[in-house]
């Protein structure tokens, strides 16, 4: 993610104007975000003021937070989603998603309304997970993206907990039980039942936000699931003994006056400094081709195919920084490693201290020749982060060079393997790796607690029940064990479904 800048600002001389093309790709960049897309620049600026705005707010009512230090999030705005998805598949209703995995962190969403909508709800749980070693119930996750993305936004006003239309339809159906919605995993649900769990999950989070007396009792609520409390035994200790008590009480708050809303009265707020730039006339073939290596890295259902229309692309632009770049990843990933090291020589060549370009050097050499390339391959990766020092992306190949695993933990490398993780706490394997180092300094007991938020991730799917056996082993103080199922890895079925949220 923080690769392409620099790529950018090598090009931005060369890149023709595009100022009257609508259709050409631009990105918006502010303190915490860049946006990507093929949008007039007034409108994508807007778009990035509208998330500053949002994350303040989410900032102000939240105990969440997402460092000033923390990475900028990559977010990409397409017209149809499954351009999102160039080597895969995805729903044709979905219109937005949130990747966090150990190749990189971004969003994505549609252009229209809806779009907006579905990228403050993902945005929401990025800001939640920000914070390293927290673990919420999977309907208060949910919920409370659904209470906050439908937030409107006035220059002095913002209203949010607004009454949310098609959550509110979907509860005319038959609802299901609460102890299944309290539950800690929405593993195994039905397409309807997804639907019903979003819709109660808004609804139990608006009752608890709003209605007098019981935003103390969720705090206690969540205060008890942070000591390691089964959820369930927690909503009933501070919630409510009888959760099937829940269908009268929240019938009646839906159809009485007590449904209202926010608004928070303010000042103006001040201009968000936003950077639009122009990107290269490649963009229009490259730039979901390379979000996609950028991020979910080797994924992809043909690799063949991949690595061939990526291929087909770059020969149209050669000599191109981003394609050039594109294709070294595709070929690093797909297809001829000696090709793809070839290639980002001479990237290297015109832009030395390229950080994206210095770690993926290094993983050239390692994937060459692991053992005679390790010394080289850490002293790129050391030049890399010293360019970004938020670079935990070179952080975690760094550590990977060494084994966590298996191996002693020096404070040095714990202090990499911590540094990536407070970082990246949204990415699976980061917090896997901060488990593993914790357990082979001897701390089971705080590598089972890092380990809940993936263990108990909303969607029950990728690296969650992986989590879940690890973390037995952790409670159960037997390190051997969790060795053993650190080897195992992770189920097939989890590691393909890991990126999309």
Excluded: C
Excluded at 122 to 145: D, I
Excluded at 278 to 297: Q, T, V
Excluded at 408 to 417: E, I, M, R, T
Excluded at 457 to 476: I, V
């Amino acid at each position: 993610m923080r690769a392409i800048l620099s790529l950018l600002m090598l090009l931005m001389m060369a890149a023709p104007s595009s100022a009257a093309n609508a259709a050409a790709w631009r990105m918006a960049e502010s303190a915490h975000f860049r946006v990507y897309g093929t949008m007039p620049a007034d409108a994508l600026r807007k778009r990035v003021e509208r998330l500053e705005d949002y994350r303040n707010l989410l900032g102000k009512f939240t105990t969440a937070k997402v460092d000033e230090d923390a990475p900028k999030l990559d977010i990409y705005i397409v017209d149809t989603i499954d351009s999102a998805v160039p080597f895969g598949r995805i729903g044709a209703s979905v219109a937005g998603f949130y990747s966090a995995g150990d190749g990189g962190i971004a969003a994505y969403a549609t252009k229209g309304d809806f779009g907006q909508k579905v990228l403050l709800h993902e945005y929401a749980h990025h800001h939640m997970f920000a914070s390293t070693g927290l673990s919420y119930p999977a309907w208060y996750v949910e919920g409370f993206a659904e209470y906050f993305m439908t937030a409107s936004f006035a220059p002095t006003r913002v209203d949010f907990g607004l009454f949310d239309s098609g959550r509110a339809y979907s509860l005319t159906d038959a609802w299901l039980p609460w102890e299944r919605i309290i539950d800690r995993s929405t593993s195994r649900m039905s397409t309807q039942d997804t639907q019903m769990f979003y819709a109660q999950s808004w609804l139990l989070t608006h009752y608890l936000f709003r209605a007098p007396g019981m935003r103390e009792k969720l705090s206690a609520h969540l205060g008890d699931i942070a000591k390691g409390i089964d959820p369930l035994t927690a909503f009933k200790t501070h919630i409510m003994a009888q959760p099937r008590d829940l269908n009268r009480i929240l019938k009646a708050y839906t159809s009485g006056r007590s449904f209202t809303f926010s608004r928070l009265d303010r000042k103006a707020p001040k201009p968000v400094a936003v950077t639009v730039r122009d990107l290269p006339a490649s963009a229009g073939d490259m730039m979901m081709f390379y979000a996609w290596l950028d991020n979910r890295g080797d994924a992809a259902e043909n690799a063949k195919a991949a690595l061939a229309r990526v291929q087909a692309a770059a020969a149209r632009h050669p000599g191109d920084a981003l394609a050039g770049r594109t294709l070294a990843m595709a070929e690093l990933d797909w297809g001829d490693k000696a090709k793809a090291a070839g290639l980002l020589d001479g990237l290297l060549a015109a832009a030395p201290d390229d950080p994206g370009l210095l770690r993926l050097k290094a993983e050239t050499l390692l994937a060459a020749d692991a053992g005679s390339n390790r010394k080289e391959a850490r002293r790129l990766l050391a030049r890399a982060v010293k360019a970004a020092p938020d670079d935990w992306r070179a952080m975690h190949v760094y550590a990977h060079t060494h084994d966590i695993e298996h191996g002693s933990v020096d404070d040095n490398l714990f202090g990499v393997v911590q540094q990536m993780w407070t970082l990246a706490p949204q990415a699976s394997g980061i917090v896997i790796d901060m488990a593993s180092v914790l357990v082979r300094r001897g701390r089971l007991a705080d590598a089972a607690k890092v380990l809940e938020p993936v263990a108990f991730a909303p969607h029950g799917e990728g690296y969650a029940p992986f989590a879940r056996l690890l973390r037995e082993a952790a409670l159960a103080g037997d390190a051997a064990a969790y060795a053993k199922r650190l080897d195992d890895g992770p189920p097939r079925e989890a590691a393909a479904a890991e990126p999309a949220k």
